[in-house]
């Protein structure tokens, strides 16, 4: 992440100023056309005719603007390349920020796992609690019975029944 905002705050100003220059060779390339135009225009020649000299000229204006046309194209290669550049690195911190994600939500679900089987050991270990004090409290109440019924049938209470 730390190097893609170095890499915006790197190529911005380059961007910025590769459009800057790109615009500044457009507006050459008009001055130069303009001037081709006006040199194409001109007839110094005898009974109006172009000269071999007039011809000439055209020509290196042609050949000027031929010149900021290729500086035109190497611009914008370059700053094709500064975009594929930019683009290439921003696709890789993503990669990253998906991998780096996708292996957090694999430890989350790990830990979540952890303590569905934490929760499902306590689930039995309360049930088995359960039912010992459920069996506890059937045998006290079994045997509770029991005794009663032998005291009630001996008809004689034990001496911690009788008062004195």
Request: proline letters at 1%.
């Amino acid at each position: 992440m730390k190097r893609l905002i170095t890499l915006i705050l790197f190529l911005s100003p380059m961007m910025l100023f590769g459009q800057a220059k790109l615009e500044m060779l457009m507006q050459e390339r008009q001055s130069l056309h303009q001037q081709w135009q006006q040199s194409e225009s001109k007839k110094s020649g005898i009974f109006g005719n172009r000269t071999k000299k007039d011809m000439i000229e055209t020509n290196n204006w042609m050949e000027r603007i031929i010149r900021k046309d290729n500086q035109i194209m190497d611009e914008l290669k370059m700053l094709s390349e500064i975009q594929k550049t930019e683009i290439t690195y921003e696709k890789n911190d993503y990669k990253y920020i998906a991998s780096k994600q996708e292996r957090e939500i694999a430890s989350l679900k790990r830990a979540l796992e952890d303590k569905d089987s934490n929760i499902q050991t306590g689930k039995s270990g309360k049930r088995t609690y359960e039912w010992t004090t459920f069996i506890f409290f059937l045998s006290t109440i079994t045997l509770g019975i029991l005794y009663w019924k032998q005291v009630l049938s001996k008809k004689t209470f034990p001496h911690w029944f009788s008062r004195k």
